[in-house]
């Protein structure tokens, strides 16, 4: 599996992006989809995930970003979205989606060591 991140860039505080992850092989939709990052002289972090059956009660975010960050997926076109509102300077990151094949529970969603696949890497920087 071959995942390609984009839709990085620059944007201001309170501004909007969104983040798109294609994936190629396999049947994605069973697979699960999620979202790190990592800042500068900081560990990587979970984001959000989105677990095998892609509903709405089966996704997860961290506490920082529940309520302005947004993970959806097109199984059609093996691709995840991330739509990150509200942006702060604190959410200036790489961000990587990461997937695998396995079903996890919730609390193995967040743990990044649970995928196989990584895409390279999407820089969002959150400045005035």
């Known amino acids: 599996v071959q995942l390609q991140a984009s839709g990085g860039g620059l944007v201001q505080p309170g501004g909007s992006l969104r983040l798109t992850c294609a994936a190629s092989?396999?049947?994605?939709?069973?697979?699960?989809l999620s979202w790190f990052r990592q800042a500068p002289g900081m560990e990587r972090e979970f984001v959000s995930g989105?677990?095998?059956?892609?509903?709405?009660?089966?996704?997860a975010y961290a506490d920082s970003v529940k309520g302005r960050f947004t993970i959806s997926r097109d199984n059609a076109k093996n691709t995840v979205y991330l739509q990150m509102n509200s942006l702060k300077s604190e959410d200036t990151a790489v961000y990587y989606c990461?997937?695998?094949?396995?079903?996890?529970?919730?609390?193995?969603?967040?743990?990044?060591?649970?995928?196989?696949?990584w895409g390279q890497g999407t820089l969002v920087t959150v400045s005035s």
């Open positions: 990461a997937v695998t094949p396995r079903r996890l529970i919730t609390s193995e969603v967040r743990r990044g060591d649970n995928y196989d696949y």
């Open positions: 989105l677990r095998r059956s892609g509903g709405g009660g089966d996704s």
């Open positions: 092989g396999r049947t994605f939709s069973q697979y699960t």
